[in-house]
């Protein structure tokens, strides 16, 4: 999730009220703004539930609060989840929760700071597969860092994970396993008279013509439908001519 921008809260999510439930698992989520609270992510109002989960969210920006805002009667956790960067302190960074232990807190203050730019590549790119994705950098504290046995067998672009990116195997926490490379079968193919969508080609039928009309010379003759086929038929006629049975 990148390049979005709100004119309230919630540069990339805005998880808002009763009955929202937003689960999201090793996404990233860089480069939105906001104009008030969560330049990033947002979570307020009574009861929505947003669940982090080996995500990334680092790199988005908001005059005001914090990058991820949370209010008092929302529940939002976060799990093996990097949040923030070396140029904001955890205050600017975190809002309304308390990060667990299992997540990277990269902040000035936090439990690993790390330059924005020591994180991610903050543009985003042709990094494989059918998506423009923002690739970690050599050295990210987020490589191998979403735990070995993550759940997945592939990153957003069709690469394989977990693949081993420090010495440690593991997976990379955000929507992209370092160093891996997509295979193949995840790239997009160009498909003669056809549509890709989504890593799988579809044909495009064409328009089917009604059984009980017929074009003759420049002129469209439709029969009734039960009538037989020699019977005559309304002629519609270019040029504004009068249609006559
Ligand atoms: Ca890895």
Redesign the pocket.
Known sequence: MSGNAAAYGGGGIHNFGSGARLPLTNSTVSGNAAAYGGGGIVNRSTDPSLTLSRSLVSGNTVPTTAEVSVTSRSSFTATFTLLGHKGLTTAAALAGFTPDPSDIVATSDGNKPTALTDILDTTLRDNGGPTLTLNLVAGSPA??AAGATCGLTTDQRGAP?????NGV????IGAV??GSVPSLLALPLPIAEGRHVQGKSRRVSQPKRARNVEIKGRCLIRRHARKQRDEPGKRECPGGSRPHI
């Not at 994970?161 to 990116?165: E, N, T, W």
């Open positions: 490589i191998d994970r977990p693949v081993d990116g195997a593991g997976c990379d396993e370092f």
